[in-house]
């Protein structure tokens, strides 16, 4: 069974930072997009970070560009989500997707497998 789990989430005060990890299991790490979403409470799921190394694509939510990175280790089969400069706007809950036939466009669209979430909460 594909498996997709978060970890690093927690409270952070604001300007503050966190790592998240994508742990995934039981597939080709390197084939796929991995991607992370957020939810924040009583909005709609969006995305905000890609990678696909089999073609070099990395995609950033303008709202994210130049705080977060996301690079990935393909011995561990994990994907990271460096945040830095946390704003109270960031929290939310975090998922990480993958898919096999899916593009790093921000978009849900050809994301097979879903992580159950982890939740970031940035005080003021």
């Known amino acids: 069974e594909v498996q997709l789990v978060e970890s690093g989430g927690g409270l952070v005060q604001a300007g503050g930072s966190l790592r998240l990890s994508c742990a995934a299991s039981?597939?080709?790490?390197?084939?796929?997009?991995i991607a992370w979403f957020r939810q924040a409470p009583g909005k709609e799921r969006e995305g905000v970070s890609c990678i696909r190394r089999s073609v070099n694509s990395i995609y950033y939510a303008d709202s994210v560009k130049g705080r977060f990175t996301i690079s990935s280790d393909s011995a561990k089969n994990t994907v990271y989500l460096q945040m830095n400069s946390l704003q109270p706007e960031d929290t939310a809950v975090y998922y990480c997707?993958?898919?096999?036939?899916?593009?790093?466009?921000?978009?849900?669209?050809?994301?097979?497998?879903w992580g159950k979430g982890t939740l970031v909460t940035v005080s003021s």
């Open positions: 997707a993958a898919g096999l036939g899916a593009y790093c466009t921000g978009t849900e669209y050809a994301m097979d497998y």
């Open positions: 039981r597939f080709n790490f390197d084939d796929y997009a």
